[in-house]
Every structure is written in C-alpha cells, then in structure tokens.
C-alpha cells in the first residue's frame, strides 16, 4: 500500500501530476473555439437571458450534470478492475481520470451559477453608452461557457467509455 499523500484537485489543475496541469484541459485551442461560437450566438439570436436561463438553459444543465454523475459510477466501479488499473497506470494514473472528472462537475457548476445570475436582476452600474458592449461581451462568455460545458460533459462520457471498452477489450 502506498502511503504517499495524494495530490488534491488544486494540485493537480495549477500544476499537474503525470501530464500537464489541469487547466490546461480547458485553457487551450479549444477555448478560443468556444469564445468564437458564443461570440457568433451571441451576435445572431436576440434574446431575455432571464427567459432563455429559466426555460432552456438551466433545465440543460441539469442534464448535463445528471449525466456526468451517472457515467461518474459507472467509472467507479470500472476502475477497481485489475485490467484498467493496469492500463491507467500507463496514462498517467487513475488521478488524471478522477480529477477530469471533478473538473467536469466544478464547470458545470459553474456555467450553472454563471447562468443564474441575469435571474437575479442586479442593477446596472454602467453609463448607458458603456451597456451595449459590456452585454455583448457578457452575452458571449455565458454562450461559451455552455459550449465548454457540453464539449466537457461529452468528454467524461468518452472517458468511461474508454475505461469500459478497455475492460471488456
């Protein structure tokens, strides 16, 4: 048995295990995608955030979340396997698998708590002439946001998928 302490999450997203830090999952070529996809949304739908985070947002996060902690068990019980022990031993340790995980719920909590706040209907302490651009960028960061946490929700769905094919393969 080993008596290591284990590295936290906090570890390992600033400064990594075995492979490159954790942020670096998310802080990448693919963030500029997201930025860009919700810039364009952003840009082409008009909409009431209040309205769009009640009805369709938060209700897909909700999904998103369910989702994960559903494939999260299914991971549980496939990484006890010695065939999949043996196999993240080569990746990088079941470390990289957990804290992926992890990453993918605190995004998702995120993008949920990101999301409520239009529902809170804060004043604005902008000038008038400063409103339009400051919601845009707003309205950008929120859509991306919800694309990162479906690309990272897809990506936990992979990754026991992957786990599972390893035990059965």
């Known amino acids: 048995m080993n008596d290591a302490p284990i590295p936290t999450f906090w570890h390992w997203f600033f400064r990594g295990v075995a492979k490159k830090p954790g942020y670096r999952r998310v802080a990448n070529a693919w963030g500029l995608f997201h930025l860009g996809l919700g810039g364009v949304v952003a840009f082409v739908v008009d909409v009431d955030f209040q309205d769009l985070a009640k009805s369709a947002l938060l209700p ?25 022990q043996d196999f993240l031993g080569r990746k990088g340790g079941p470390l990289e698998y957990v804290y992926t995980f992890q990453l993918c719920i605190l995004i998702n909590i995120a993008v949920i708590c990101a999301w409520c706040v239009p529902l809170l209907n804060l004043p604005y302490l ?22 990162l946490a479906i690309r990272t929700g897809w990506h936990a769905v992979v990754g026991s998928n992957m786990l599972l094919l390893r035990k059965l393969g």
């Open 60 to 84: 897909l996060m909700a999904i998103l979340v369910g989702l994960t902690f559903s494939w999260a068990g299914n991971v549980n019980s496939i990484m006890q396997t010695d065939e999949v």
């Open 126 to 147: 902008l000038p008038c002439e400063t409103r339009a651009p400051v919601e845009g960028a707003m309205a950008a960061l929120l859509f991306a946001a919800v694309s």
